[in-house]
Every structure is written in C-alpha cells, then in structure tokens.
DNA sequence: AGTTCGGACCGTT
DNA sequence: AACGGTCCGAACT
C-alpha cells in the first residue's frame, strides 16, 4: 500500500478549546486542515519542523483560534490550495471573500464565479474544502437562508454561524 | 403555512 | 455512469 500522504507533508496539532486540530503543510503553504476527531494518516513519530513553517504554523493558530471565537483573523498563513481543480480553487477563492456574519447560497457562490447553474458543482467543491474554518465553506446555505449541508458534522457549522452571529432556519 | 417529489443542472470519481 | 453540502415548481397535507 502506497502511503496517501504527501512526502512532503507536515503535521501539526494545534490544541483548542474545541478539541485538538491538526494542520497539514506542504512547502507553500498551510495544505489541510482537520477538526478535532478526524483521524487522518497520524504519522506520530518525531518532525523536523523547518523555520518557515513554524512561522506558518503560528499565524495558522492565532487565525485559528479567532475564527473560533467568530471574529475575522487578521492575518493568514500562505493557503496552499493547488491541490483542487480550476473549479475547486474558483470556489474556495470565493469563499474567502466572505466576510464573518455574512452568508452566500449555492447558487450566489456559482453565480459569483461566473457558472450560475453549477450550483450542485459548488456543493461539492464546498465539501472537497481542505481548510474548514479558515477557507469558511460553512458560510454558504442553502437557498432562503436554509442551513443545507455540511461534510463533516453538522455542529460545527451550527456553531460556528452561531458564533458568527448569522440567523438561519431549520 | 409546511412538506415531499421529480426533474434539471454540472463538476468529480 | 453514478453521485452530491442544490434549486425550483407542482402537487400534495
């Protein structure tokens, strides 16, 4: 079995309130970000964590824990995106225009990238998300301010609108 | 009012 | 070829 990790990949975890995240980073940047729980490839054993991402890393932590608290961070580590397709990075460049309290649909967010009808498209780009919270796809909803769909637990994107201060419907 | 159903739509595996 | 974090209108309750 071939290992599903990027050679290149390290991993951090940052501890929260909310449970222990851990952040994937490749040479460019801040590559994945995982919620408390979602035991991805645990490597374990001891890294060399190279200067240039130890300061990633705390930007990514200090960003971290404001968007937790629902405030927009300050500043961001590099995102390292190049993983997703054309479509994918459209999306998630969309996403990150969105600012705290504020929400789009589906169907804005596809309008807004110039394909108004690739509304499901966008679902799942949305899903294929590598960094939740920071990337906010939980910021889009379904249509007339309904909650739709979330990849991982719902409850985080209840409790991180919640936060945010965002009313939404059942 | 609310809910369910069926089709149309489009990028990804 | 099948599946989604969808959307809309129609036909129900």
Redesign the pocket.
Known sequence: MKAKTDSSSIELPIETTEGTFVAHYSDRGLAALDFPGANRSRSGRPQIVPPKIRLWHDATVRALESALAGKSPHALPPLDLSRG?E??QEVWSALCKIAAGETL???EVAGKIG?P?????V???????PI?VLVP??R?L??HHRL????SDMKWKRALLTREGVQFRA
């Not at 679902?123 to 998300?129: S, V």
């Open positions: 397709t479509f994918q649909s589906y169907s394909r009808n690739a509304v499901r498209a679902g799942g780009a949305c899903g294929a998300n939740p796809c939980h889009v379904a249509a739709g769909g979330f990849s």
